[in-house]
């Protein structure tokens, strides 16, 4: 993610992260690790690190570089994988995963980052942040790598909750082109809702539905919608928002994923297959290092949970220091341009988009020109 050079960041002020550094698979090292190669690129990136401190000191205090920027919070609890959302609301005030919530909720960070368990940090998300008024459904929104000159599209949902009816994709519309603009400097996104075809009469009744509902609303939300898309049109040029449901829009990412690795382990094998296809790997060296940059899901890690009082940047469970780092440079990006207060002014304008005001011009519309 890019912010636009006309959203003025604070390039002095140092932003606050608040990270959860024991929910990944590969452990608090790993995750310290991607902190730390952040923390060497961008010096107005602060952290505070949850987790058990004697675990967390002996790591950072290798780190002298991100030793005199983070703050320890002891949280000795460890949310795991497996543990259900449900027990964690209840009983998780211990974990480093709450701790990290709460962070932001006390506006002691800008945003939270974590690798945990995604069911259990959208119930604490919930419970702790609140969502926005006017938000029925949260969701999850990732960057998708496209044809599009912006080198990225924005999906969502991804995982936030399998069900959307109309005025769910509605609101993940309005949503999404927020982070489009603000995210990917779009000054008029292009939205899109996925289906099985294009065709307006294919697709379930909440999507023919919501098919109408959005296109009414391009215009006082200033984005425009380009109709039904298909699966192929997610990495494509046809629009840059894909709208769907948490159920569609997790099964796409997570087969992209698996795409990606396949074709570089196709790639891999393809090149050892004689001694001349391992000498055009050496010729072709420069071009297969910057696909592998390309299609590789670490450098566009981190589903940004929208519609609460508060930013949350949920990286990959089993993401190693580069992963971490891009969910991080992520969570800054977003901090800088003040996402969070954008985001709710679109949705509250959204909100009253249909009540035109004394002097007749349409607060949404008023909205999406300043966001």
């Known amino acids: 993610m890019t912010a636009g050079s006309d959203h003025s960041p604070k390039t002095q002020q140092t932003v606050i992260l608040s990270v959860d550094v024991m929910g990944g698979d590969a452990g608090p090292a790993e995750v310290i690790s991607g902190c730390a190669k952040s923390a060497q690129i961008n010096p ?122 109309a005025q769910d994709l509605l609101q993940y519309a309005l949503m999404g082109t927020s982070y489009a603009r603000n995210g990917l400097n779009l000054a008029r996104p292009r939205i899109g809702l996925l289906n099985v075809g294009t065709e307006e009469h294919k697709g379930r009744n909440e999507l023919k539905e919501a098919h109408d509902l ?34 569609t829009g997790n099964v796409a990412i997570k087969t992209g994923e698996g795409t990606a690795g396949l074709i570089g382990d196709l790639l891999r094998e393809a090149f050892r297959y004689s001694p001349l296809s391992r000498i055009a790997s050496l010729l072709a060296m420069t071009s297969l290092t910057r696909l592998k940059k390309r299609i590789d899901p670490r450098r566009v890690n981190g589903g940004v949970f929208l519609g609460l009082n508060g930013t949350v940047v949920k990286s990959h469970g089993s993401a190693d220091a580069t992963g971490v780092s891009a969910a991080v440079k992520l969570a800054f ?19 009253t988009a249909t009540e035109s005001k004394p002097d007749g011009t349409d607060p949404g519309q008023q909205e999406a020109q300043s966001k």
């Open 214 to 247: 959005i296109g009414a609303h391009a215009e006082s939300a200033n984005f425009a919608y380009v109709g039904f898309v298909e699966g192929g049109d997610i990495p494509g040029d046809v629009c840059d928002v894909i709208i769907t449901d948490g159920f």
């Open 333 to 351: 990006d977003l901090a800088q341009i003040g996402f969070t207060d954008k985001l709710a002014a679109r949705v509250a304008a959204a909100a």
């Open 44 to 165: 107005n990136i602060g952290f505070i690190l949850h987790g058990p401190k004697t675990v967390l000191e002996p790591i950072v205090a290798k780190r002298k570089h991100l030793q005199e920027r983070c703050e320890i919070r002891d949280a000795t609890g460890v949310v795991s994988m497996s543990d259900k959302p449900s027990h964690i609301v209840r009983h998780g005030k211990d974990t480093s995963m709450w701790s990290a919530i709460e962070a932001v909720r006390n506006e002691e960070a800008t945003v939270a980052v974590s690798c945990g368990n995604t069911g259990a940090l959208m119930a604490l998300s919930m419970i702790r942040l609140r969502k926005l008024p006017g938000v029925n459904r949260p969701a999850i929104a990732v960057l998708w790598p496209s044809r599009n000159p912006q080198g990225f599209n924005v999906m969502l949902d991804v995982g936030a909750d399998i069900k959307a009816d």
